[in-house]
């Protein structure tokens, strides 16, 4: 198989583009030539809108300009179903996700959709009804779940980077198990909203990428809340170097590995080069940590599973696979004291875990304690897949956050992988020591200054008169949407054209392009902005409401209305202008 560009990762594509020796639309087409492994996608873009795409980027010095990625079919992209691996479920949002919006607007390229465990149920790769997952290591090795498409579709080279989620270890798991990075972050760093729920209140979006750097990259793209989402928070906390972090280590004779030496042997020789990039090294006890994961599965968190697709599952039971079923049912067997009795005990759990990080800045643990083959899973599909998620499952409910690295071979050939962890907001911390673990140079964080939304209707839309203004002000195009049918667009004696809200029915939806401005430059915008316009708030057909470019309405009577044109783009190439 011919290497892809997307191998060599985020940071040697952008290279490539500066040199001139690659473009997007090169890229696009080894996208579109690649060979594709089974059962790795649901939905993929077509060639057409993948060439198109790449053709309609124009600003170079975007963070992942002409970038190829993939998004787990759990979280939303406009126009293309969400089924969650499960048909009778799929409905097709008008709307992305938040965190697929950020990186669109940050000129990333779409490829597609990726299978996964079921309603991201289960840490195998093998419980979709569009096929198990291989590990690109062959030899019938499990893809590790519940995104196991996305970590397939980096590690063979198919896009730079993916986003899969993670409530249980199912951005971590797929990661060892296929040799690459996986980043779960904090809890709520990256919005949820636009993600199917598994556990919403523990549910994560996570990061697969080949490089510690490129992770590192896309976090600080997708990073940060989303007014429409409750369960999202904001970054704090400051990063550590490698040299001053105090490293945590367990024991392997307290650790449980199922019989796999060359997994234990790995362990060592993985905290013995972190050792040596770190400040201090203590043993620590995890048996905290790994109680509290106990409570994620055997616990009444599983009734949360059930909380949101109850409904569902009452008029679709057939439709979803029997084991997927069964897990999802478990639910009903917790009781509301059942629930109130695992939150105690929780409680002490993460004051235990407290102060442990007291003691250390980074724990290190084994990812996974072994691996399996796809026919070990179907021998003991429950079993084996608790066996998996041991060293991952209490991370979201301890409120930690996590970066897995890979960790060599084991002498049976099978794939080797260490979890840094830390606490919350620590991510700077432990992509840092990533990166020194791996050999790489360390990341470089660029903070993004926060921004706000803007609609434009006319002279500022892309390749108008003002569009450079918004440029120079650090705008970037984000998408482009249409108003609810509730305006008329006037063309003013001015030629300025002019949005007026008027009653429902009464209007047209408008096309506008929404742009989004550094904070700090909107005061540098309204001081341009002169009367009869103003800014103010819009509805967009897609439900939003964001700032942007109105009229007041005495200015239309001296004007040429211009609404059935749908837009002012429009209303020029029919005046042939």
């Known amino acids: 198989m011919t290497a892809l560009a997307t191998q060599t990762g985020i940071a040697a594509l952008r290279d490539a583009y500066r040199a001139g020796t690659l473009t997007p639309g090169d890229v696009a087409e080894q996208v579109i030539a690649a060979p594709s492994a089974p059962g790795v996608w649901i939905t993929r873009v077509s060639p057409e809108a993948l060439r198109a795409r790449a053709a309609e980027l124009e600003d170079p010095s975007l963070p992942l300009y002409g970038i190829p990625f993939a998004v787990k079919d759990n979280i939303d992209v406009a126009g293309m179903p969400t089924t969650a691996a499960c048909p009778a479920y799929a409905y097709t949002p008008a709307r992305s996700a938040p965190v697929v919006e950020k990186l669109l607007a940050a000129g990333a390229m779409l490829v597609g959709k990726t299978n996964l465990d079921q309603f991201a149920t289960g840490l ?30 980096v590690a063979a080279g198919v896009v730079a980077f993916s986003l899969g989620t993670d409530t249980a270890g199912s951005g971590r798991v797929p990661a060892a198990l296929n040799g690459i990075v996986g980043l779960k972050p904090t809890r709520g760093l990256l919005s949820t909203a636009g993600v199917v729920p598994a556990c919403r209140s523990l549910d994560c979006v996570s990061i697969f990428t080949l490089d510690v750097a490129d992770a590192s990259t896309v976090l600080d793209v997708a990073r940060g809340p989303a007014a429409e989402d409750p369960w999202s928070r904001a970054a704090s906390g400051e990063s550590l ?9 367990a024991r392997p004779d307290v650790l449980e590995f199922d019989g796999d030496h060359g997994q234990a042997e790995r362990y060592v020789a993985g905290c013995l080069t972190a050792a040596r990039l770190t400040s201090a090294v203590t043993q620590v006890d995890p048996a905290p940590l790994l109680e509290a994961g ?71 643990l084994p990812t996974v304690p072994t691996t399996f083959t796809l026919d070990e899973i179907t021998e003991e599909p429950l079993r084996r897949n608790l066996i998996l998620g041991r060293y991952t499952q209490f991370a979201n409910l301890l409120d930690l956050a996590v970066v897995t690295v890979p960790n060599g071979m084991t002498p049976e050939g099978r794939p080797a992988s260490l979890s840094l962890i830390g606490p919350a907001f620590t991510e700077g911390t432990l992509l840092g020591l990533a990166a020194a673990f791996k050999g ?46 509730c305006y008329r667009l006037y063309r003013l004696p001015t030629g300025v054209p002019g949005l ?14 929404i ?7 909107v005061g540098a915008l309204l ?41 002012f783009r429009a209303h020029r190439q029919e005046e042939g202008q």
């Not at 170097?241 to 280590?249: S, Y």
């Not at 009452?314 to 917790?334: E, N």
């Not at 742009?515 to 430059?521: G, I, K, N, Q, T």
């Open 241 to 249: 170097p490698p040299a001053a972090v105090r490293l945590g280590v």
């Open 124 to 153: 195998t790769g093998s419980r979709s009804p569009y096929g198990a997952v291989e590990s690109v290591f062959g030899g019938g090795l499990i893809a590790g779940g519940s995104s196991s498409g996305s970590a397939v579709a």
């Open 500 to 513: 007026v809200r008027v009653g429902a029915g009464q209007g047209a939806q408008i096309e506008v392009e």
């Open 440 to 485: 790489e140079a360390a990341p470089v964080h660029h903070a993004q200054p926060p921004t706000v939304e803007l609609a434009v209707v006319g002279h500022h839309l892309r390749g108008e008169s003002r569009n450079a203004e918004l440029v120079a002000l650090g705008g970037r195009f984000a998408r482009t949407t249409r108003t609810e049918a």
């Open 294 to 364: 106990d409570l994620l599965y055997q616990g009444p968190w599983v009734a949360e599973r059930l909380a949101d697709l109850e409904d569902f599952l009452a008029g679709h039971a057939d439709s979803v696979l029997p084991l997927t079923l069964g897990i999802l049912r478990g639910g009903h067997r917790f009781s509301a004291v059942d629930t109130f009795r695992a939150q105690h005990r929780l409680q002490e759990l993460k004051a235990a875990a407290a102060r442990l990080f007291t003691e250390v800045d980074v724990l290190a």
């Open 527 to 567: 001081s341009s902005v002169k009367e009869p316009l103003s800014i103010g708030y819009l509805s967009t057909v897609d439900g939003q409401i964001v700032q942007g470019f109105l009229c007041e309405a005495y200015a239309a009577g001296a004007a040429q209305d211009i609404t059935a044109s749908g837009g």
């Open 515 to 521: 742009w989004r401005l550094p904070s700090s430059a």
